[in-house]
Each structure stands twice: as C-alpha cells, then as structure tokens.
C-alpha cells in the first residue's frame, strides 16, 4: 500500500487517540485542549474532522473502550491449528463463524498456522466452541493455550517522519 | 470482582462496538439505553477506576502507518526466568502485547511478544534480544501473513436487549 505522508496535525492527533481519550462529555474538545496546551493549537472541530478524514482513508479501526475481559467475567484463550494450504480458506470461514472469535491470523508457522483468540463466559464454553471447531474440520488437535499472566498490553505505534513520537 | 449491574452491562453492550467520532458520542450512547449522558459518563469512570476499562482510545490500522511486519514471537523459557523476560520483552516499543502462556506437550514456549515493526529484519532483532537475555531454549517468530478476522468482542449480548442500531465499529 503506498504511504502518503501525513500532516504534523495528523500525526500529533492520532497520536493523542491513539494513548488515551478522557472520558468526558466532550471528549474531542479535551483532547484539542490538550493538544493546544502542547503547542499545537487546534480546535475541537478540527480534531472531529481529522479524525472523521482518518477514519475514512482507513486509519483508523475503532475508537472506544478497551476492555479487561477477565475482569468483566469472561475466560478468553489462544488457540491455534495446522491447516493445510488449501483448505485455509474453509477453515478461516468455520472459525470466523463464531462471535467469540474476534481475532484470527495466518501465520508463517508449522504446524500451526492459523491462530485465533476465543473469548466466551466460561471455559466451559471455550471447550464447547474448540471441540466443535475441531470436529468440524477434522482436526487431530487445537492447541489451547490460556494466558497465565500478563506483562504487557499496550499498543502505541509512533507516527510520522518528523517528530511525531507517542506519548506513553 | 466482575459484579456488574444490568445497567452496565446495557452501556457495555451498547459500546462494545465503539463510539462515532462526534462532538458528544456518549450522548447517542445514552440515547441507545434509555439514561441519561452523565449515567453513561458516570459508568464509564466507574467501569474505569475498577480497571474493567482500561482506557478509551482509538485502534489504528498499523499496517496503513508502514508497520508491514508483524510477528507473533514464541519463546521456550525456563519458569524461573520467564517473569524476568517477560518484563524485558514488555520493555521494547516495538512490543504490543506480552503474555506468558501454558505450554502445551507439542508445543513447549511459554513466553509470547507480538512484534510490530516496518521490516521482518528488525522484528528478528527485537527477538533475539529477548531470546538472548532470557537464555531460551527455542525461539520462533510466527509472522502474520493475512488477517484472517479483526472484530470487537460483544460483550453482554443478551438475547433480550436491543440490537445497537447503527453499528459506528470503523471496519
């Protein structure tokens, strides 16, 4: 995909959302408040249609809350399957089919090479969707691998050729 | 721990898929449950403090921003030394997320680093740090070679509540 360069306006807003927005009633005007309060005086309807015009040329994925799943009550895993090359895209398709399943990748990888996260109310019901997962395509084995700990979780990606690094 | 109210439950499920890049996005949020904007505030800030949100913010599309190499690194390392790299392996910018995991019997890594960077060459060099000063067995780096699926989790999607009306996930 060809890169267009981005505007400094561009990199220091996307580069706010992307750290954290306050929750607030107008969370857009802190943001430009923040900004402004750095240097880069902006307006609360500037911030609205840059990031409008982000999200449009497919910048942006989502804004909202990030959530702990565990602490909301919900068990989620990793889970991984050795597909062979042609049957990727039935497998992907089976996968895909269950609302739990909100992450799944090919990967370079053998033996497994599709690795998806399940996330459900229960383990219970993890194993429910696993086994099923794997009856339905007839799989030896599904690796299961819960987390036992977490170290990280933070994505903040820097931005820009020219001094739009990210906050942390 | 995760008691929740059935209020919160409605404002998370309202949410789940994002907020519109609005003057007052928690208004239409509110709208959507019946309450009022400071109650959806309110709850959120709860939800906040008690670490079930751990913040609002926007999800970029790192490949659009150049990031063409993305690697989900597995390492095989001892017990005694997997808390310490995985702190190390958190420490790198280039590291999104880190996890230690179960091992499984055929297949043995326990520590996990999802690397992001411009070019597989400095994806390999992140690991190898991480590998070194860990001292693990057996590395590999898994990168990603298409997305297969990318979606908010729905969570508290009750049969009997309504349906978000509009869905604002920037798909």
Redesign the interface.
């Known amino acids: 995909?060809a890169?267009e360069n981005l505007k400094d306006t561009e990199i220091r807003i996307?580069g706010a959302?992307?750290?954290?927005?306050?929750?607030?009633?107008?969370?857009?005007?802190a943001i430009a408040r923040h900004l402004s309060a750095a240097g880069q005086a902006v307006g609360?309807e500037e911030v609205?249609d840059t990031?409008?015009s982000l999200?449009a040329r497919?910048?942006?994925?989502?804004?909202?809350?990030?959530?702990?799943?565990?602490?909301?009550?919900?068990k989620s895993i990793?889970a991984?399957a050795g597909v062979t090359e042609n049957s990727i895209e039935e497998a992907?398709a089976v996968?895909?089919s269950y609302?739990?399943?909100?992450?799944?990748?090919?990967?370079?990888?053998d033996?497994?090479n599709?690795?998806?996260t399940v996330?459900a109310e229960s383990t219970e019901e993890i194993v429910r969707i696993v086994d099923e997962i794997e009856m339905r395509l007839g799989l030896d084995?599904i690796?299961?691998?819960?987390?036992?700990?977490?170290?990280?979780?933070?994505?903040?990606?820097?931005?820009g050729n020219s001094g739009g690094s990210v906050p942390d | 721990m995760c008691k929740l109210t059935g209020l919160e439950k409605k404002i998370i499920f309202a949410i789940s898929r994002g907020i519109e890049i609005t003057a007052r996005p928690f208004e239409k949020i509110a709208r959507k449950v019946s309450v009022g904007e400071e109650t959806v505030i309110g709850t959120l800030e709860t939800l906040v403090n008690e670490k079930k949100i751990r913040r609002l913010c926007a999800v970029l599309r790192h490949r659009r921003l150049g990031y063409a190499a993305n690697a989900m690194c597995v390492f095989d390392v001892s017990d005694e030394n997997v808390d310490t790299a995985g702190e190390y392996a958190a420490s790198f910018p280039e590291v999104s997320h880190c996890y230690r995991r179960t091992r499984a019997e055929s297949w043995p890594y326990n520590l996990y680093a999802m690397v992001h960077s411009h070019t597989e060459a400095e994806c390999a060099a992140v690991a190898d740090k991480i590998a070194s000063r860990s001292a693990a067995a057996d590395y590999k780096l898994l990168y990603s070679v298409k997305e297969l699926k990318k979606e908010n989790m729905i969570y508290f999607n009750e049969t009997d509540s309504p349906a978000p009306d509009k869905d604002v996930s920037h798909e």
Do not use: S
């Open positions: 995909m890169e996307l959302v992307q750290n954290e927005i306050p929750v607030c009633a107008r969370p857009f005007e609360e609205i990031l409008e999200r497919n910048y942006i994925r989502r804004i909202g809350p990030v959530f702990d799943a565990a602490k909301l009550g919900y990793l991984a992907a996968i895909n609302a739990g399943v909100t992450h799944n990748y090919l990967r370079a990888g033996p497994y599709i690795w998806f996330t084995e690796l299961v691998l819960p987390a036992e700990k977490t170290y990280k979780i933070k994505v903040g990606f820097e931005l």
